[in-house]
């Protein structure tokens, strides 16, 4: 765990290592990050574990169940649609790998 931010400044949270983020071997492998965009405010949260193939279903099964148990709520399971995974990937195009999107506040 780190002490206090790095000099390591990034526009991207993930490769930027602060406070309470869990770093192994140079590496993000838990972290969050508070983004302020025009009046609102983004809350993202990233893990960063890589897995055997086999156990990748498990653990975020696992991951997914003890999430919704903390937090008291209903774990439901809704597959998605081509539509919904077409219209994700128009967004990851148009946003988030845009850096005028990355850069804009």
Known sequence: ???????????????TFYTNDL????KK???SCLRRR????IVQGSIHVHLETHI???FSEMFAKSLASVMNK???ETPLDKSDIEKALIVAEERYSNASWNNKY
Not at 23 to 26: D, E, K, R, S, T
């Open 1 to 15: 765990m780190l002490k206090e931010k790095t000099d390591h400044v990034d526009n991207i949270c993930v490769n």
């Open 23 to 26: 770093v192994f071997q140079g």
């Open 38 to 41: 025009g009046g609102k405010l």
């Open 29 to 31: 492998i838990v972290g």
């Open 56 to 58: 990748t279903d498990l």
């Open 74 to 76: 209903d774990l439901t």
